[in-house]
C-alpha cells in the first residue's frame, strides 16, 4: 500500500506545474484525498481536498482560483493542476488519503512522500 506524490519542480513565478498522487495497493476512488505542503520553518497545511462519492472539491483561500484537485480513476490517480504559481507556493507539497476530508493533518491513513515546489525567479 503506497502513495507517490510526484510532479514537483522549479518553475517561474505565473508558471505551472501538475501534481500527481498515485495510488498502489489500494483503490483510490474510495478516499477522500488532500494535498498540503509544508514550507521552511512552517506548520503543514491544508492545500486542497477532495471527496469520495460526491467528488466535493475545496481549497484554501491561498489558493483557490489557481489550482485544482482533479481525479483519475482510471489511473488511480489524484492531481493538483496548479497555475499562476507565485513564490509564497514554495514548500515540499505531499498528498494524504483517509476516510474523509479534514483540513488538518491528523486523520489521514496513508501519506506520499512529498514534491518539491520551487517556485523563483
Known amino acids: 500500500v503506497q502513495l507517490q506524490a510526484s510532479g514537483g519542480g522549479l518553475v517561474q513565478p505565473g508558471g505551472s506545474l501538475r501534481l500527481s498522487c498515485a495510488a498502489s495497493?489500494?483503490?483510490?476512488?474510495?478516499?477522500?484525498v488532500g494535498w498540503f505542503r509544508q514550507a521552511p520553518g512552517k506548520e503543514r497545511e491544508g492545500v486542497s481536498f477532495?471527496?469520495?462519492?460526491?467528488?466535493?472539491?475545496s481549497y484554501a483561500n491561498s489558493v483557490k482560483g489557481r489550482f485544482t484537485i482533479s481525479r483519475d480513476n482510471a489511473k488511480n490517480t489524484v492531481y493538483l493542476q496548479m497555475n499562476n504559481l507565485k513564490f509564497e507556493d514554495t514548500a515540499v507539497y505531499y498528498c494524504?488519503?483517509?476516510?474523509?476530508?479534514?483540513?488538518?493533518?491528523?486523520?489521514?491513513?496513508?501519506w506520499g512522500q512529498g514534491t518539491q515546489v520551487t517556485v523563483s525567479s
Open positions: 477532495i471527496s469520495t462519492g460526491d467528488g466535493r472539491t
Open positions: 495497493g489500494f483503490t483510490l476512488d474510495y478516499y477522500a
Open positions: 494524504a488519503a483517509g476516510l474523509r476530508s479534514v483540513p488538518t493533518s491528523n486523520g489521514w491513513i496513508y
